[in-house]
């Protein structure tokens, strides 16, 4: 009995190896995203509210996905990301734009756009747009970045997902802020030689707000 067993055990371990090897097909998609985590500063002392705060002043109150998407300057400048980002693909290159988005003295303000690395090859591969945390982090109020189309190099079976990848959902839970990004509407995205006249839209997080920031 004992034996019998031994025999099964391996035999389903041989299947699971040997479907490893043979399960390529479903492994043919592009994964989005490829975030840097920063590790924030993390204190080093437990220091007590500063004198002088009062519900009055009780923190920043960060607008909304919505309010942010309506704002005309965010249009032109997304409109510019998502160009930029169809302009830099190549037969086998891609590359993803994207721009920080600020809260300051009660207005919305933005950063310029900015490119992440240039990406070759298809299967396994992944673009990315790393967002700029080092300055005015606790001006942040979302992120803004474009996904790329699929280059010709990608015979026709390979795809990816579109909307905000798993990397997207984990940096906006990690760091409490919202996150946009452009893609196609079409799910999933192949190749295609029309790629500029497909439609595109903004997704966005679960998080629709910044978490309050608290003096
Ligand atoms: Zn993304």
Redesign the pocket.
């Known amino acids: 009995m004992k034996h019998s067993l031994k025999i099964s055990s391996l035999i389903i371990f041989a299947a699971t190896v040997a479907s490893a090897f043979t399960s390529c097909g479903n492994d043919s998609e592009l994964f989005?995203?490829d975030w840097l985590y920063e590790n924030k500063d993390k204190p080093t002392t437990l220091a007590t509210r500063s004198i002088g705060w009062t519900e009055d002043n009780q923190g920043t109150q960060y607008p909304t996905l919505s309010t942010i998407i309506s704002n005309p300057t965010f249009k032109q400048l997304a409109a510019t990301a998502w160009t930029n980002t169809m302009n830099a693909l190549t037969d086998s290159t891609r590359c993803e734009y994207g721009f920080m988005i600020y809260w300051k003295n009660n207005r919305l303000d933005f950063g310029q756009i900015t490119a992440g690395p240039v990406v070759s090859g298809c299967e396994g591969t992944k673009g990315s747009?790393k967002p700029n945390l080092s300055t005015r982090e606790s001006e942040i109020c979302a992120v803004y970045?474009c996904?790329t189309p699929i280059p010709a190099c990608c015979k026709s079976d390979k795809y990816r997902p579109t909307g905000?990848?798993t990397?997207?959902r984990n940096w906006s839970d990690l760091h409490g802020i919202p996150i946009l990004?452009e893609d196609f509407v079409v799910n999933p995205i192949r190749y295609d030689a029309n790629y500029r006249s497909l439609s595109h839209k903004t997704y966005e997080s679960d998080l629709k707000q910044r978490v309050r920031q608290t003096i």
């Open positions: 989005e995203e747009w970045h996904h905000l990848s990397e997207d990004a």
